[in-house]
Antibody, heavy 117, light 109 residues
Framework: EMVLVESGGGVVQSGGSLRLSCAAS????????MSWVRQAPGKGPEWVANVNRDETEKDYVDSVKGRFTISRDIGENSLYLQMNNLKPEDTAVYYCVRDYFYYLDVWGQGTTVTVSS | QSALTQPPSASGSLGQSVTISCTGTITDIGAYKYVSWYQQRPGKAPKVLIYEGNKRPSGVPDRFSGSKSGNTASLTVSGLQAEDEADYYC??????????FGTGTKVTV
């Protein structure tokens, strides 16, 4: 069974930082692109960032460029999202997702990030 | 990077069909075949129903079907069942390894 488990969410003040982690199992983590997708309360999902298998390509939604950094550790089967200079509009559930040939097919259960002003 | 446009709500009776539209632009839906649809129940993560416009992952009932014409994609749910009551989101590849999501449609059965 393909499973993604996120951790690292919490409450942080505006301007603060958080690092999200995602542990992958049940599939070949080394060969797949991986994404982070977030969903603000009462809103639809928003793709945030993705990374290819050897970290030579990383892409971000405009609103987080320069503040968020996606990375992965192949040896640990883990995906990360370093979030700096957080803003209240970053408040959301953050999902770790397998990025599989132009669609997002395996989702974690999500971790909640709340940024207070 | 604007969201794709979906109607906020749709409804149908048990056994009937409902179709949800998803409107984008020539740079996303109109440019690529990579439209996907997701079902989300309260408190749960989205689940993929359709990929590449009209393909179903293993385990998704054939009551769910997708299509695309120009800058608009559609999801049809046939033979509505009570369990189909959920939020539905479209998504399109936006080029340069980016994705756009729709505004979401709440389906009531």
């Amino acid at each position: 069974e393909m499973v993604l488990v996120e951790s690292g969410g919490g409450v942080v003040q505006s301007g603060g930082s958080l690092r999200l982690s995602c542990a992958a199992s049940g599939f070949s983590f080394t060969t797949n692109w991986m994404s982070w997708v977030r969903q603000a309360p009462g809103k639809g999902p928003e793709w945030v960032a993705n990374v290819n298998r050897d970290e030579t390509e990383k892409d971000y939604v405009d609103s987080v460029k320069g503040r968020f950094t996606i990375s992965r550790d192949i040896g640990e089967n883990s995906l990360y999202l370093q979030m700096n200079n957080l803003k209240p509009e970053d408040t959301a559930v953050y999902y770790c997702v397998r990025d599989y040939f132009y669609y997002l097919d395996v989702w974690g259960q999500g971790t909640t990030v709340t940024v207070s002003s | 990077q604007s969201a794709l446009t979906q109607p906020p709500s749709a409804s149908g009776s048990l056994g009937q069909s409902v179709t949800i539209s998803c409107t984008g632009t020539i740079t996303d839906i109109g440019a690529y075949k990579y439209v996907s649809w997701y079902q989300q129940r309260p408190g749960k993560a989205p689940k993929v129903l359709i990929y590449e416009g009209n393909k179903r992952p293993s385990g998704v009932p054939d009551r769910f079907s997708g299509s695309k014409s120009g800058n608009t994609a559609s999801l049809t749910v046939s033979g509505l069942q009570a369990e189909d009551e959920a939020d539905y989101y479209c998504s399109s590849y936006g080029g340069s390894h980016t994705y756009l999501f729709g505004t979401g449609t709440k389906v009531t059965v």
